[in-house]
T-cell receptor, first 112, second 113 residues
Framework: DAGITQSPRHKVTETGTPVTLRCHQTENHRYMYWYRQDPGHGLRLIHYSYGVKDTDKGEVSDGYSVSRSKTEDFLLTLESATSSQTSVYFC???????????FGSGTQLSVL | GNSVTQMEGPVTLSEEAFLTINCTYT??????LFWYVQYPGEGLQLLLKATKADDKGSNKGFEATYRKETTSFHLEKGSVQVSDSAVYFCALAGGTSYGKLTFGQGTILTVHP
């Protein structure tokens, strides 16, 4: 299994609070991604990174920001959480753009 | 834009039954197509892929053929096992980036002994 660790695994927070999710990889892969999974929508890309300090927006980036200061860590921040951001968040990595994704086990986030 | 539509689920089968999960897509150009599987409590894993028309992806007894004329990529398995119970996602990559995927909504498969 690819070395991907997401933390926390579960989080409950209140509307309006900031939240940061962490993805840590030990594979030294260049590309990292954040997806959210919602019933009826499958997975949707939030942001991705193609190197240290190189990030770009995905399909559903509003309300989210990311940072990548080291190859191994990719952080997803909800500046002011809303109930619509209740979801399961998955981090994924790949060695290059035409290689398959490896997914982490996910973070269940509930915004009350 | 790109989109993927999967058959409505959930799907419930008896062990050794034949499985088909339909997937159709809308995309410009020549996308690459994927099936990912998610076992309970885990992240997604790539099951199979096809990168051009008429390609057949296969893995663990599962198969899917890239049909450009019908814009489809249906997943099939001749004899399912209880261990195949999972959520199956069809996905496409519109360009050369296999990480920027458009997913279908997922199909829950339950296989009973």
């Amino acid at each position: 299994d690819a070395g991907i660790t997401q933390s926390p695994r579960h989080k409950v927070t209140e509307t309006g609070t900031p939240v940061t999710l962490r993805c840590h990889q030990t594979e030294n892969h260049r590309y990292m991604y954040w997806y959210r999974q919602d019933p009826g929508h499958g997975l949707r890309l939030i942001h991705y990174s193609y190197g240290v300090k190189d990030t770009d927006k995905g399909e559903v980036s509003d309300g989210y920001s990311v940072s990548r200061s080291k190859t191994e860590d990719f952080l997803l921040t909800l500046e002011s959480a809303t109930s619509s951001q209740t979801s399961v968040y998955f981090c994924a990595i790949s060695e290059s753009t035409n290689e398959k994704l490896f997914f982490g086990s996910g973070t269940q986030l509930s915004v009350l | 834009g790109n989109s993927v539509t999967q058959m409505e689920g959930p799907v419930t089968l008896s062990e050794e039954a034949f499985l088909t999960i339909n997937c159709t897509y809308t995309a410009t150009g020549y996308p690459s197509l994927f099936w990912y599987v998610q076992y309970p409590g885990e992240g997604l894993q790539l099951l199979l892929k096809a990168t051009k028309a008429d390609d057949k992806g296969s893995n663990k007894g599962f198969e899917a053929t890239y049909r450009k004329e019908t814009t489809s990529f249906h997943l099939e398995k001749g004899s399912v096992q209880v261990s195949d119970s999972a959520v199956y996602f069809c996905a496409l990559a519109g360009g050369t980036s296999y990480g920027k995927l458009t997913f279908g909504q997922g199909t829950i498969l339950t296989v009973h002994p």
